[in-house]
């Protein structure tokens, strides 16, 4: 609920509609004063200069470390968002936005960096069927991971329940350090959070959005649909940080 308030086309909206009710208020300038705020603040979030800002000001916290330099550990941890699960008219696993999570656990695994792999996510569309966890694992298996290697709890909401139920495999098991696979924009939040859970985890961040390009640079003033939504993510993150703390989740 509170990540949809926080949208930025959310805000934008609720702008719009107080100067509606402003100027039917006969509150002319204040309504003026308001549609400004909503136009400017919109173009702004929908240029490329500011969603390369904030989603570069999430990344840069852990840098993508190559697999041969990333320690040994005793799993592997995929949080989910990568892979969304079989529901009609798919007929298995939709690989979406951050599967990039997924093949990089893959491949620490294929590198003998820890002999088992947790996946997270629970069934996003019904009560029924294929959670994201078991989607996550099915995936891999594909990659060449066998299934006796992989743990697939389907119930976690959020963050925050994926470092508690790990939490809880980690003391069953009777396991150390973990490696943490996430997309960099996520990274210090999972990360925050694990450790408050008491989860030894190494950051192994992938999904990097924020590349050095020719054309990264062209252009940055003009508004886009692509810009927005990294903006709108980005502010999520952050967001949800602030949410976190005021829970007492993260210190």
């Known amino acids: 609920m509170l990540q949809h ?12 509609a107080l100067a509606i009710v402003l100027l039917f208020f006969r509150r002319r300038w204040t309504a003026i004063f308001l549609l400004l705020i909503a136009l400017v603040g919109t173009w702004l979030l929908a240029t490329p200069f500011v969603a390369q800002k904030l989603m570069y ?3 840069r916290q852990y840098k993508p470390t190559a697999i041969d330099r990333i320690p040994d550990a005793d799993a592997i941890v995929v949080l989910g ?7 009609p008219p798919r007929i298995g696993p939709n690989l979406g936005h951050g599967a990039d999570r997924i093949w ?27 959670t994201a966890a ?3 694992a099915e995936v891999l298996q594909a990659f060449g991971v066998p299934a006796d290697a992989i743990i697939a709890p389907g119930r976690s ?62 252009h940055p003033w003009l508004p886009g649909s692509e810009a927005f939504w990294q903006t709108s993510r980005a502010l999520h ?4 940080m602030a949410w976190y703390r005021w829970k007492g989740w993260i210190h």
């Open 5 to 16: 308030l926080a949208h930025p086309l959310t805000l934008t909206l609720a702008l719009l």
């Open 57 to 59: 000001s999430l990344e």
């Open 81 to 87: 968002g990568g892979v969304s699960p079989q529901a």
């Open 104 to 130: 990089f656990g893959a491949q620490l695994y294929a590198a003998g960096k820890a002999p088992l792999i947790i996946t997270t996510g629970m069934r996003p569309y019904t009560d029924q069927g294929q």
């Open 134 to 136: 078991a989607a996550g």
């Open 157 to 218: 909401l959020r963050t925050y329940t994926d470092a508690q139920i790990v939490g809880e495999i980690v003391e069953r098991e009777e396991l150390g350090r973990v490696l943490l696979i996430t997309s960099a924009l996520h990274m210090p939040r999972a990360m925050a959070t694990f450790r408050s859970a008491q989860v030894r985890a190494f950051p192994a961040p992938t999904d990097f959005e924020v590349v050095e390009s020719p054309e990264a640079g062209t």
């Open 237 to 240: 993150e952050y967001v949800g």
